[in-house]
């Protein structure tokens, strides 16, 4: 679990987001882990332009939004992928 806690907000938030992404891009061939590697380092330079202390509150809980909702799949996917490799 430390090691999710090192990777800070945009290492989490851009894994959510890929896993988002990979939800509901599941179906498709072409979402390889070459294209989800592409991704997690978009994502990881799109979040690294969020500055930590944003001063307009609506986009502070927009951040905090997503935030929890990409951290909450990320969790959801990685447990669902351990539990699949053990049982």
């Keep these: ?23 509901f891009l599941e179906k498709e061939k072409r979402f390889d882990s070459r294209a989800k590697a592409i991704a997690l380092v978009v994502f990881a330079f799109i979040y690294g332009f969020v500055p930590a202390e944003f001063g307009n509150a609506l986009a502070e809980r927009i951040k905090d939004a997503i935030f929890v ?19």
């Design 69 to 87: 909702g990409a951290s909450i799949t990320a969790l959801y996917t990685g447990a669902k992928n351990i539990a699949g490799k053990i049982g």
């Design 1 to 23: 679990m430390e090691a999710l806690t090192d990777l800070g907000f945009v290492g989490l938030l851009s894994f959510g987001s890929v896993s988002v992404l990979g939800f």
